[in-house]
């Protein structure tokens, strides 16, 4: 048998006395609290310029003259002038701790409610899951602190319940469903449409980029949905509705985004290298300076799309609709595929300093490696 060693430090030769600690109590400074010394503080300066100070403004305001007949009177008066303005400053002061008090309330209860929408999340019943994402969802709207980490909270609970770990660009290609997949997420999984639907209209969070990398949700509603820089990566959202979406910047490459309904949705410098959008409904759609290099674009009707600065090389439009669709500024190659009877000699060129630098076809960076077994 192997000996462990004992590295637990030797207790001290004298011991620590804690009986007298235990009997000791916190400082006195500690007991008084501030708010209580700067209102003592306060009433005695108060006291003591209704004492002293009527006699020094009384003759500071009579000058030369005469005093009046009555000068204990005057001085009366301007003392209990005095004490009004004194008895005003207490009651504003009484409001400040009132409203202080209040606050810190509504803290505990948002970190309760905080506490307890967390909790309803790994409920069983989906009633109390929808009430936990909610209950989320009124926190983040009132509290700022709280949107960034209600953001990613929720973000985990999609991704957990839908995330397909070895997922890669290769699957995009697939088209292969099971029976459950057919559904609407909203009916299948409401508790998971619910989640995007609140990440999909809350407050947008600066610098936060939600990771829904290798989620499968096809058939999910995110119309008007607000997902700035959204991480979408290998994901599959076949057949969702994305009517007025806002994916700027969003990262769907090698996404599956088949028979999609994209509608004047905005993907603004999006990223959608090696993405499958065949047969989408995307009239309208906002593709400016999108990477769509390797995407697959064949049967999709691009009419009224705006494609400016756009990369597609390698890209393939077979049997795609372009009726006015602005192609300004396309970057393009011999291995771009063009629908029939389109002609790509009246895009105007864009510049050579504006092409965008051809980005590796590999996804290393991606990858999800086995780990080698023991």
């Given amino acids: 048998m192997t000996r462990i060693e004992d590295h637990t430090p030797p207790f001290p030769r004298h011991p620590v006395r804690t009986d007298k600690i235990a009997r000791v109590g916190a400082s006195w400074r500690h007991r008084i609290s501030a708010p209580l010394i700067v209102t003592a503080i306060l009433g005695m300066a108060a006291l003591a310029c209704a004492i002293l100070l009527p006699r020094h403004l009384l003759a500071w305001d009579l000058g030369s003259a005469q005093p009046p007949a009555d000068y204990a009177a005057a001085v009366n008066n301007i003392r209990t002038a005095l004490l009004q303005g004194v008895g005003g400053l207490v009651l504003l002061m009484g409001a400040y701790l009132t409203w202080r008090q209040l606050q810190l309330g509504r803290h505990g209860q948002a970190t309760e409610s905080f506490a307890a929408g967390i909790a309803h999340l790994g409920d069983p019943s989906v009633d109390v899951r929808l009430g936990g994402i909610y209950a989320l969802e009124r926190i983040a709207r009132f509290s700022t602190a709280d949107r960034r980490a209600i953001g990613e909270i929720l973000t985990a609970f999609i991704g957990t319940r839908t995330r397909h770990p070895q997922r890669s660009a290769q699957d995009a290609q697939r088209t292969a469903a ?18 995007l639907t609140v990440l999909g209209r809350r407050p947008s969070v600066r610098g936060q980029v939600l990771a829904l990398d290798r989620v499968v949700l096809p058939k999910t509603n995110l119309a008007s949905a607000r997902l700035h820089d959204v991480d979408l990566h290998f994901s599959d959202l ?4 994305l009517v007025g979406v806002d994916l700027t910047r969003a990262d769907l490459s090698g ?11 905005i993907l603004y410098q999006a990223d959608l ?44 439009l077979s049997g795609a609709v372009l009726t006015g669709a602005s192609l300004k500024r396309v970057v393009f190659d011999e291995s771009t595929v063009w629908p029939d009877g389109f002609e790509p000699s009246l895009i105007e060129p864009a510049r050579p300093r504006s092409l965008p630098p051809i980005r590796p076809r590999t996804y290393d960076e991606f990858a999800v490696r086995d780990e080698p077994a023991e």
Avoid: C, F, M, W
């Avoid at 459950?180 to 409401?190: C, F, G, H, K």
């Avoid at 076949?238 to 509705?241: A, D, K, L, Q, V």
């Fill in 178 to 195: 099971t029976p459950d997949e057919l559904v609407n997420l909203s009916l299948r999984a409401p508790d998971l449409h619910a989640a």
């Fill in 238 to 241: 076949t057949e969702s509705s």
């Fill in 255 to 265: 996404a599956r985004l088949a028979g999609a309904i994209l509608p004047d949705a």
């Fill in 273 to 316: 290298r090696d993405a499958v959008l065949t047969g989408i409904i995307a009239e309208g759609i906002d593709l400016r300076a999108t990477d769509l290099s390797q995407a697959d674009l064949r049967n999709a009707n691009l009419r009224g799309a705006r494609l400016d600065y756009s990369d597609l090389r390698g890209a393939t």
